[in-house]
């Protein structure tokens, strides 16, 4: 279990490089000719978000190179033969994809709202926003390419992040596919986490591990501490729509029920016999009460659902810190362990 | 000027290879799970198209090894120095990528008719679509990683990959721009015809010389051949659409100035005065007469405009298949600048 210091360290780490993060994110992807593509481009990105991908990318670095904790310049970045990256670049590709999979997602799932403001698609139109996801698809690879040191490290970086994009989409499909679908297993539901969430998060850990050139067992470990940690973020996630009052969630508690969104804990639950199709009578968000809340977590958690995606998430999250065992032990190396705790027990 | 039998010559050259390609199209994006995305990745790709861009890319190798056009294994192509690279996988990579641009841009375009079948949103559905171009995209960066050799040149052939990919973004929110625009200038437009249609072209040809690790200025002399050819074929594909009878075009002749579309054409016309927007007075190619479409042709042969656009053409793919002098005097060099020529002069 993480405390309440494990948190603020997180927080503390992402703050320390969010500016320099963001710099990078500007002078990468200019606001360039033709201008109104690159404004729409850029947008989501000048919203916000936490930088928490690129922020795995950084430290992660820092815990392969053994170096403390910010105290090395991500442009020159140290490589296990001597050699220098630009491992900035690489932490701002990773943004770059997961904005563009946000403004595409916005697009099939028509979401009027990110961060905070209108939808790409919503500011702008569906055109727009379709080209501005394919500038950053693109952008990312091109700004990939150039982090410096041994081609074959830099090459197999690529590969990786064009692998992730491919299962990106993948898991995108299966989303969208699994809407339709009545007789969903849990392990479908874990590959589509797996495919649409996770793979990200390993990229991010993975991507410095092959940069720096480490063993091919070093970037597979690395790999599974994102996937697993990636896992366990939105098993948690369905979690806190559940169990986070609504003021503290931003939005209604429980919204995924009303909106018949399958997620472990309701698979689960149907494995248990629990007639999950009728926990909610109402239609909409809208129209849900609390107390109709309230019951429908309470047959949940009688069936045991919540205790078991809690800790199936906390399982995952332990797997993945495991993981790191083939870093030196290092401060960084603890970071990345307190990220992982911190992204299931994050105060929403 | 080109004679029959450079088309001829041409299209035999495309033929011989057209089954290889679309068995690797086939070995590298197989259908796999989840079936539907791939089912609707593939589609397009298998509803036809003459793969004109791997033929270039299959061909430009050819013609830098210095071996005889169709003798030689590209999946193991000999690299300049000795080595050897899947160039079919390159080839495959170029078709992919033209594939992603064609079915997000029917989407923007809301075309419903794409190589004689419903375009892939309309097939599927606009989600499905997105996702199946987002796929596509990936997937080429997938297959452009591995294609052997050099992980240097392989990097270069990524980097080009991508820089092209965002440039063919770039062209098409100019070519959306445009349609707003009353005041464009001839060099905007070659500028998005360079970006939205030539770059492609100028990759195709460009990879291979990557890959077989090329000098640089061979590199850049390949591109813009690439570059020339391309634009010379979007400015005769203008001038095709006023001259060819309908019958022959497959779709009304003259339909771009119907559809108020800038071309070349219309932009000198304007510059010499005519009055483009009062050429055509029905609004859709329904209630177009073969007369009005007469009347137009003769004002803009009048203004010189159609002889400007075609000898604009001409000029540029000259200018394209002098690049070629860099190559070595051979069969393959030959059938590029054939394939220069074809691209002004195809029967349509």
Do not use: W
């Not at 320390?16 to 606001?31: G, H, W, Y």
């Not at 001597?82 to 990773?94: F, K, W």
């Not at 806190?240 to 018949?260: A, I, M, N, Y």
């Not at 069936?303 to 993981?323: F, M, P, T, V």
């Amino acid at each position: 279990m993480t405390t309440d210091s494990t948190e603020s360290r997180v927080l503390a780490a992402i703050d320390e490089r969010r500016s320099r993060i963001n710099d990078a994110l500007d002078e990468e992807l200019p606001l360039q000719h033709p201008e109104r593509l690159y404004e729409a481009s850029r947008y989501l990105l000048q919203a916000g978000g936490k930088r928490l991908r690129p922020t795995v990318t950084l430290v992660a670095g820092e815990a392969l190179a053994d170096v403390a904790p910010d105290s090395t310049d991500y442009r020159s970045f140290p490589t296990l033969n001597g050699a220098e990256v630009d491992l900035m670049r690489a932490a701002v590709a990773l943004e770059v994809i997961q904005s563009f999979t946000l403004i595409h997602d916005d697009i099939m799932d028509d979401d009027d709202l990110r961060r905070g403001v209108p939808s790409v698609h919503n500011e702008y139109d569906t055109s727009t926003a379709i080209l501005a996801g394919d500038t950053l698809y693109s952008s990312a690879f091109e700004i990939m390419a150039d982090t410096g040191g041994e081609p074959a490290n830099a090459l197999a970086a690529m590969r990786l992040l064009s692998s992730t994009c491919t299962k990106i989409c993948e898991g995108q499909a299966l989303d969208i596919a699994f809407e339709s679908r009545s007789d969903l297993l849990p392990d479908e539901y874990l590959e589509m986490v797996e495919l649409k969430t996770a793979v990200l998060y390993g990229a991010s850990a993975a991507v410095p591990a092959e940069l720096l050139g480490a063993d091919e067992a070093v970037v597979e470990a690395m790999y599974q501490y994102g996937i697993e940690s990636g896992q366990a973020f939105q098993i948690q996630d369905d979690v806190l729509d559940l169990t986070v009052p609504s003021e503290t969630l931003g939005k209604q508690r429980g919204s995924d029920l009303v909106e018949d969104k399958e997620t472990l804990i309701t698979l689960h639950a149907r494995q248990q016999g629990v007639d999950v199709d009728g926990l909610i009578e109402a239609k909409s968000v809208d129209e849900v009460t609390e107390a109709e809340i309230d019951d429908a977590v309470a047959a949940l958690e009688d069936a045991g659902s919540i205790d078991y995606a809690r800790e199936k998430a906390e399982a995952l999250a332990q797997q993945g810190k495991d993981r790191l065992d083939v870093l030196p032990d290092n401060e960084a190396r603890d970071l990345l362990k307190a990220i992982a705790d911190y992204l299931i027990d994050r105060g929403y």
